[in-house]
């Protein structure tokens, strides 16, 4: 299979721009070239620990889109984020789409990668959802308590977030939110997270990040929006390579090392009123007899593999060996049969 090219074009002075700011999250500019059109963008590195990598992740700015480029280097077969996505999708949550192409800089191919579309304006456009407020949760301070990582009561609710749509009230909104999941108690608690809070959707998005086994997908890793009008939150996944078998460092993870509940403080909340479990049972029940089957997902995980395959035994920019790259298949498979298992016997006790 042959895959779309991507090809940008970074001056010597916003190439200097660019690697002087690793971390900071400076933009540098560039000129996009995708099936003979030319755009100008901004450019700038994304991700966490993979910015130490050598091989490098990328985030565009084309006006107000936005699309990412992730070398996936901790996933040997960069099916991970794909596969997750049109998961979320099969069960009811707005996801990002992607697509593998070769992307090609000043002239060099840096190899295969995941492009991914953003969640920003132009996703919920292309959707047909008008949204008044979106937040990214950038980083393990968006866990829905009122303590953060250190141990102590956070100075700012609102912390773990980034403004992304709507004025900084949405900031302030999300901090009252926070607090009064944890001041409320009882019926009232119970009725302020109905009226501020899509529960169906988000016991969807929680049992997808239960059964793709994103252990970073509760605390981060989410967008979560408004629609206008709305008062109630809805959530959105995001950077979902540590999946499906494998941690955010490519290692094999334990199949029971995502709990059934997950791990924040509104899921908490929630699941502390019987007839939320009761839904959320319900829920999670469905997605495991109708979606995360091996049959189900087999036929998508065999065609992604066997088209990357090819691409990914030639590529020489990345790590992983031939017998890691043909076996990654089955530890996905594995991985669905025995976590199915596993959050089948859990549910029993929920």
Not at 68 to 89: C, G, I, K, Q
Not at 188 to 204: N, V
Not at 243 to 260: E, F, M
Request: glycine share 6%; charged share 25%; hydrophobic share 35%.
């Amino acid at each position: 299979m042959r895959f779309p090219v991507r090809s940008l074009q970074i001056g010597r002075s916003d190439q200097a721009k660019l690697e002087k700011s690793v971390w900071d999250d400076q933009y540098a500019n560039a000129l996009l070239m995708t099936d003979n059109i030319k755009e100008n963008v901004k450019i700038r590195y994304r991700g966490g620990h993979t910015r130490y990598y050598d091989k490098k992740s990328y985030e565009l700015r084309i006006g107000h889109r936005s699309i990412h480029y992730n070398v996936e280097w901790d996933d040997p077969t960069m099916m991970r984020n794909a596969l997750s996505f049109r998961f979320f999708e099969k069960i009811g949550v707005p996801s990002p789409r992607t697509r593998h192409v070769y992307l090609v800089i000043n002239g060099v191919n840096q190899g295969l990668y995941l492009e991914i579309e953003g969640v920003d304006r132009s996703f919920f456009t292309k959707r047909k959802v008008n949204t008044s407020s979106l937040l990214y949760a950038i980083n393990n301070n968006a866990n829905f308590r009122l303590i953060g990582e250190g141990g102590k009561r956070k100075r700012n609710l609102a912390s773990g977030y980034e403004l992304v749509i709507g004025t900084s009230q949405e900031l302030a909104r999300i901090s009252r939110f926070v607090e009064r999941i944890h001041t409320l108690k009882g019926r009232r608690l119970l009725a302020y997270m109905k009226k501020h809070l899509d529960i169906p959707e988000y016991l969807r998005w929680l049992g997808g990040a239960v059964c793709t086994g994103n252990f970073d997908g509760f605390t981060q890793n989410y967008a979560i929006f408004r629609k206008k009008g709305s008062f109630k939150y809805q959530m959105s996944p995001w950077d979902y390579e540590g999946t499906w078998g494998r941690n955010s460092y490519g290692k094999l993870s334990d199949i029971d090392n995502v709990r059934i509940k997950g791990y924040n403080g509104l899921t908490q909340k929630l699941l502390s009123f019987p007839s939320v479990r009761r839904q959320y049972r319900k829920t999670l029940k469905e997605i495991l007899e109708r979606h995360f089957t091996v049959s189900q997902l087999a036929p998508t995980i065999n065609s992604l593999h066997s088209s990357l395959m090819p691409a990914l035994m030639a590529d020489s920019t990345r790590k992983y060996s031939t017998d890691v790259l043909l076996s990654d298949r089955q530890v996905i498979l594995d991985y669905i049969a025995k976590r199915r298992e596993y959050l089948l016997r859990e549910l029993e006790k929920l």
